[in-house]
């Protein structure tokens, strides 16, 4: 009997020793656990901040972007969009040479006293062989007033003709200006 209690003891002792490593483990484990859950908290307050900040600077750059294309609009006012002058027309003052257009093909009656073309150029791309339509021409006058009587005037005239070339005069807007007037157009015809 006194050999079983030994036995029996050291038993209790190993089973002791090994619910005390064990219970070790259980509170280390506990302690990484706690950590693990502190991390997850900060960074859930972390992105809570971040989607807030995501979230202003969102509405900020859609304002900015706003305020740009606002400004390319307004930067464009006093642009004209000349189509339909051949390529291959030798041109060595583009201003003189729109100038003169202008004012051959809608009367000098037509413009202000300070009609005057800033500066003037095709739009970028390769030369087009013959017989393609040509390239606009991007001319921006100096007074927003001749540009607005150009436009008016070339409506009323539908056609403008130089040297057998039929001209016609566009506002210079921005692509999605264009889009935006074109459904509007077809919203109000329906």
């Avoid at 038993?11 to 280390?28: C, F, P, V």
């Avoid at 706003?66 to 003052?93: F, H, M, P, Y």
């Avoid at 436009?151 to 003709?161: C, E, G, I, N, P």
């Amino acid at each position: 009997m006194q050999h079983s209690l030994t036995q029996i003891n050291g038993k209790i002792d190993s089973l002791s020793y090994h619910m005390d490593r064990m219970t070790e483990r259980l509170e280390k484990h506990a302690e990484c656990l706690d950590q693990s859950k502190r991390r997850v908290s900060e960074v859930e307050d972390g992105q809570t901040v971040l989607s807030a900040g995501y979230a202003k600077l969102s509405k900020e750059l859609g304002s900015l972007h706003a305020n740009v294309d606002n400004l390319e609009v307004r930067s464009r006012r006093n642009n004209l969009r000349i189509v339909g002058v051949t390529e291959s027309t030798a041109i060595d003052n583009m201003e003189g040479f729109i100038e003169r257009l202008l004012v051959q093909l809608l009367g000098q009656a037509t413009f202000s006293d300070l009609f005057a073309v800033e500066r003037t150029n095709r739009s970028l791309a390769t030369r087009l062989p013959l017989g393609v339509p040509p390239h606009s021409i991007i001319t921006r006058l100096l007074n927003y007033r001749d540009q607005d009587v150009a436009l008016r005037w070339a409506r009323v005239l539908k056609t403008l003709q130089y040297l057998g070339m039929v001209i016609s005069l566009y506002p210079d807007f921005k692509m999605q200006v264009q889009e935006a007037t074109q459904q509007f157009i077809a919203g109000k015809d329906s």
